[in-house]
Each structure stands twice: as structure tokens, then as C-alpha cells.
């Protein structure tokens, strides 16, 4: 089960991605998550996935 809280879904999403999974794709297949939902949730505090990095990064502008 994925933290409700973004911040800690970031970071334990970010995690997995780089020590575990290959692909948000894999992720959510091997932890039953909805990766719509995820997407969603991460989006809504400014991250987007980049699939050549593997992970989860801020779009915001400084």
C-alpha cells in the first residue's frame, strides 16, 4: 500500500522507481496502484513523471 500524504508517496515512489521498478508502468503493476491516480496525486503538488529519468520531478518555476 502507497502513503496518502504526496510527499511521502513522492519519496517512496522515487525510491522504488530507482531501486526496484524500470518503469512507473512496472511500479504500479507490482504494487496494484492506479497509475492514473497516482499521475494525479503527484501532479497535484507539482511533480510529473519523466520516463527517460525514471522518476518523479518538479515542474514548478522558481
Request: hydrophobic share 40%; net charge negative.
Amino acid at each position: 500500500m502507497l502513503p496518502q500524504d504526496p510527499y511521502i508517496l513522492l519519496s517512496v515512489v522515487n525510491t522504488k522507481l530507482r531501486d526496484e521498478y524500470s518503469s512507473l508502468e512496472a511500479l504500479c503493476d507490482g504494487m496494484d496502484a492506479d497509475p492514473v491516480e497516482l499521475v494525479e496525486k503527484l501532479d497535484s503538488v507539482g511533480y510529473a513523471y519523466d520516463a527517460e529519468d525514471n522518476q518523479f520531478k518538479s515542474v514548478l518555476k522558481v
